[in-house]
């Protein structure tokens, strides 16, 4: 049964992103074809990009960075939970992607996002491309959450039922693409 990470893609203080992705997780929970686990990028503490040779290598010089690589590469596909910062992801998340490749290579991935206005379309949009060069295949279905109405003053998560289904979709893509790559891992 492969195990699929649910990447949790800000550090900012704050935060209302581990509201989303406990709900990712609880949905994930209720499915018998997949084991789903919550990784924060914040409890890895990765510094900016700071490795010496390529990672398409895999020699990693830091044991932040080998602490990164064993969980991704332990993960057979994955979901980014990120929010829109000025029209794209996180930096933290850019960074967290950019310090393995190997890891990421052959793997499904599927996208929640939120923000203002466009409710995290432009940062899933840039997201796609990035797990594009790290040989990412991203699922069809993504799910776009709007800090005006899925959200109590902005603070508290309280999404809209609509977004049920297109989780559960996102989530059967991500499971049974993951199951398709599996020999190509």
Sequence with gaps: MPTIGIILGTTRPGRVGPQIAQWVEKAAGARHDATFELVDIADYHLPLFDEPRSPRLGDYAHDHTRAWAAKIDALDGFVFVTPEYNRSIPAALKNAIDFVY????????????????????????????????????????????????????????????????????????????????????
């Excluded at 991935?109 to 594009?132: E, K, Q, T």
């Excluded at 699922?139 to 005006?148: A, I, K, P, R, Y």
């Excluded at 289904?165 to 993951?178: C, D, G, R, W």
């Design 102 to 185: 190997n890891e990421w290579n052959n793997k499904a991935a599927g996208f929640v996002g939120y923000g203002s206005n466009v409710s995290g379309a432009r940062a899933l949009d840039h997201l796609r491309h990035i797990a594009g060069a790290v040989q990412l295949t991203a699922v069809h279905t993504q799910v776009h959450l709007s800090l005006q109405s899925d959200f109590e003053q902005y603070t508290t998560f309280a999404p809209a039922e609509r977004h049920e289904s297109a989780l559960h979709q996102m989530l059967t893509e991500v499971v049974t693409l993951t199951s398709a790559l599996a020999p190509l891992r």
